[in-house]
Structure formats: C-alpha cells, structure tokens
C-alpha cells in the first residue's frame, strides 16, 4: 500500500490535512465516515486496511438500516491519521470544504476480497454487518454499500 496518490493530490503547505504517511495501526481497525462539504457535498467513507484507510466517497451517505444500496466511488487511500481529522480544505485545494466526522468506530473483518468486503462496524450511529460489493456495470470503481439483514 502506498499514498502517492493521497499525497500526489495534495499542497500540506496549504491543506491542514495530514501527510501521507503508511502506518501500522494498533488495535481494532478503525473505520471513519466524514461528511464532507465540497463542491458536492457527500460522505466519505474509510476502512483501515493495511496500514491506509482505503476509502469511497458516498454520494448518500452510509445507509443506516438493511434494504438500501447506496452508490459508492472508491477514492483514493488516505493516511490512518485521516480517521481523526475535522477541518477546512481552503478554497483552491482538493476537496475544498468543510470536513466533518460523521461517525468513527472500529470494525470485525469478516472478508476482504477483491470484490466484495464484509465488515461489522461498532461506531455510535453505524453498527452492524455491512457488505461493499464491486459494481462492475457501472465502472471501474463503482461498488455498492449496503447494511446486511441480520
Ligand atoms: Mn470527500
């Protein structure tokens, strides 16, 4: 896992966001979902894997009870740091806007494959067994987030 890309996009001369640096985390993986308010307001949401928080950007936010699919864009990995960031990406940087933390909380791996990730979540407003599958119709990085019944 590298954060080329992470770092790539981003001036840390002028974004508060934290440098892109792999680290092996301590303890249960840690998920985060930030509400962020770019240009597109949407949610982010991040799993710790590997030492990045690999993540998708949710139009809809992460569904809260079972029977919904929500429309979710992989993105680039970020720092594990991300997990704790709150703040203003000023006005000309990547993701300029307001970057809130939704919810946080660790996570049970059940399954990572190429295709399809299943986790339990323990935050405050997530809890539960949440699927992510690839939605290969639909492009490249196009996957589906749902809420398992059950
Ligand atoms: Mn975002």
């Given at each position: 896992?590298?954060?080329?890309?992470?770092?790539?996009?981003?001036?840390?001369?002028?974004?508060?966001?934290?440098?892109?640096?792999?680290?092996?985390?301590?303890?249960?993986?840690?998920?985060?979902?930030?509400?962020?308010?770019?240009?597109?307001?949407?949610?982010?949401?991040?799993?710790?894997?590997?030492?990045?928080?690999?993540?998708?950007?949710?139009?809809?936010?992460?569904?809260?009870?079972?029977?919904?699919?929500?429309?979710?864009?992989?993105?680039e990995d970020h720092p594990l740091a991300y997990a704790d960031f709150e703040g203003s990406i000023p006005e000309g940087e990547y993701g300029a806007g307001e970057v809130e933390i939704w919810d946080k909380g660790t996570f049970n791996l059940m399954n990572w494959e190429e295709d399809r990730i299943e986790v339990v979540l323990q935050g405050n407003r997530l809890s539960g067994r949440y699927i992510l599958v690839r939605f290969k119709r639909a492009g490249e990085n196009e996957w589906l987030l749902f809420k398992a019944k059950g």
């Open positions: 896992m590298t954060l080329h890309e992470y770092s790539y996009k981003r001036d840390f001369t002028k974004t508060p966001e934290p440098p892109g640096t792999v680290e092996r985390g301590t303890g249960d993986p840690v998920f985060v979902v930030q509400e962020h308010h770019s240009r597109h307001r949407h949610f982010d949401f991040r799993l710790e894997h590997e030492g990045v928080l690999v993540s998708w950007a949710v139009p809809k936010g992460v569904p809260e009870l079972p029977g919904n699919k929500h429309l979710a864009v992989r993105t």
